[in-house]
């Protein structure tokens, strides 16, 4: 499995990104596609996920209503992450992953497969 991660950059407090992930080699159909992130000092921590079907998502409490993650119709391994409102707290490194999208499993500890981690910046 390979993970190809896009997005990220600088922007400014209240302003959106958009974080894309493509996945090849991906077999199973019971597991997800998401992401997770770093903050300096931090553990990693689950941020969202969604599962292979589209009809589960998972986002973690200090992101949801800013944050949709979404498959792509035409590319089902490729997932976006919409990132509106975005604040000074949501700075991290965001890595793209595989794993069983739920609020228990959705974190570094279940994680099956990483990609390559992508900087989101937010500050004014």
């Known amino acids: 499995v390979q993970l190809q991660a896009s997005g990220g950059g600088l922007v400014q407090p209240g302003g959106s990104l958009r974080l894309s992930c493509a996945v090849s080699?991906?077999?199973?159909?019971?597991?997800?596609i998401g992401w997770l992130r770093q903050a300096p000092g931090k553990q990693r921590e689950g941020v969202a996920c969604?599962?292979?079907?589209?009809?589960?998502?998972?986002y973690a409490d200090s992101v949801a209503g800013r944050f949709t993650i979404v498959r792509d119709d035409n590319a089902k391994n490729t997932v976006f992450l919409q990132m509106n409102n975005l604040q000074p707290t949501d700075t991290a490194i965001y890595y793209c992953?595989?794993?069983?999208?739920?609020?228990?499993?959705?974190?570094?500890?279940?994680?099956?497969?990483w990609g390559q981690g992508t900087q989101v910046t937010v500050s004014s």
């Open positions: 969604i599962s292979t079907t589209g009809e589960k998502t998972f």
């Open positions: 992953a595989t794993g069983v999208c739920s609020r228990p499993y959705w974190r570094a500890t279940y994680i099956d497969h």
């Open positions: 080699g991906f077999t199973r159909d019971y597991l997800g």
